[in-house]
């Protein structure tokens, strides 16, 4: 129903090509050659009915029960879109003379701030196509339900995993103090880059899926090392008696 927090796996394809362009499971990503750079291929949290996936996705979770599967056909309207002509142009291939890496069809290129992708080369052309790559297509899910949480401290973990995936949640350490939720961070993420924003966004998930809960706070501590920690010399003996006598 809406508002469970599910965890889901899927493989999704081009159903005019049967090409894989998304998995949440790792073996069918190395099989299809799909990577990822800075995650991993692992079940999908999904609170159902936040439109965190495709709205055809969503939808077709509720109801479902924990390893239930389903194929889902999802029409270009309802996915990426219907393709439109008016975005694919063409242009002097001497626009890209200062383009990093080769100029091929199906490279990806920025043109006056818009991403799209080369769809011929020739006779000092260049047609770019700045459509979704997948507008156009009938897309083709097949869905498992892989778990349900409930639990407000896993849902909680799930909420931070899914904003900081790099952090390792068996790090972290969670409070719930009446209407405050408090989290110690591990000291390897306190630099890493987009912390600030991922905080404010795990505040507002926090706020937004726990009516009690008020206040959020993040801990960070920094412990002296044991080099800082050593203690003072101690003055020479001579010094010190002569301190004394003066």
Same mark, same amino acid.
């Given at each position: 129903?809406?508002?469970?927090?599910?965890?889901?796996d899927f493989?999704?394809?081009?159903?005019?090509?049967?090409?894989?362009?998304?998995?949440?499971?790792?073996?069918?990503?190395?099989?299809?050659?799909?990577?990822?750079?800075?995650?991993?291929?692992?079940?999908?949290?999904?609170?159902?009915?936040?439109?965190?996936?495709?709205?055809?996705?969503?939808?077709?979770?509720?109801?479902m029960?924990?390893?239930?599967?389903?194929?889902?056909?999802?029409?270009p309207q309802?996915?990426?879109?219907?393709r439109?002509?008016?975005?694919?142009?063409?242009?002097?291939?001497?626009?890209?003379?200062?383009?990093?890496?080769?100029?091929?069809?199906?490279?990806?290129?920025?043109?006056?701030?818009?991403?799209?992708?080369?769809?011929?080369?020739?006779?000092?052309?260049?047609?770019?196509?700045?459509?979704?790559?997948?507008?156009?297509?009938?897309?083709?899910?097949?869905?498992?339900?892989?778990?349900?949480?409930?639990?407000?401290?896993?849902?909680?973990?799930?909420?931070?995993?899914?904003?900081?995936?790099?952090?390792?949640?068996? &790090?972290? =350490?969670?409070?719930? !103090?009446?209407?405050?939720? $408090?989290? %110690?961070?591990?000291e #390897?993420?306190?630099?890493? /880059?987009?912390?600030?924003?991922?905080?404010?966004?795990?505040?507002s998930?926090?706020?937004?899926?726990?009516?009690?809960?008020?206040?959020?706070?993040?801990?960070e501590?920094?412990? &002296?090392? =044991?080099?800082?920690? !050593?203690?003072?010399?101690? $003055?020479? %003996?001579?010094?010190? #008696?002569?301190?004394?006598? /003066?």
């Amino acid at each position: 129903m809406k508002g469970d927090f599910v965890l889901i796996d899927f493989v999704a394809k081009v159903k005019e090509t049967d090409e894989v362009f998304d998995t949440t499971i790792e073996e069918e990503a190395v099989k299809s050659g799909l990577q990822k750079e800075d995650s991993k291929f692992e079940p999908l949290l999904v609170v159902v009915g936040e439109r965190w996936v495709l709205r055809s996705l969503d939808d077709a979770i509720i109801g479902m029960n924990v390893n239930d599967s389903k194929t889902i056909e999802v029409l270009p309207q309802d996915g990426f879109g219907l393709r439109d002509p008016s975005k694919v142009r063409l242009m002097a291939l001497r626009r890209f003379r200062n383009h990093q890496g080769p100029i091929v069809p199906g490279a990806r290129v920025e043109v006056d701030g818009r991403v799209g992708f080369i769809r011929t080369v020739g006779a000092g052309r260049v047609q770019v196509d700045f459509n979704p790559p997948l507008a156009g297509r009938t897309l083709v899910y097949d869905l498992t339900v892989k778990k349900r949480i409930t639990r407000r401290k896993e849902k909680t973990l799930s909420l931070v995993h899914r904003r900081m995936p790099t952090v390792d949640v068996k &790090k972290l =350490e969670i409070n719930f !103090k009446n209407t405050m939720v $408090e989290f %110690k961070l591990p000291e #390897e993420i306190y630099y890493a /880059q987009g912390l600030q924003y991922a905080k404010r966004g795990l505040a507002s998930d926090i706020q937004k899926f726990f009516d009690k809960i008020d206040v959020i706070s993040f801990v960070e501590e920094f412990r &002296k090392t =044991e080099s800082e920690a !050593k203690p003072l010399e101690e $003055e020479p %003996k001579q010094e010190a #008696e002569k301190e004394d006598n /003066q």
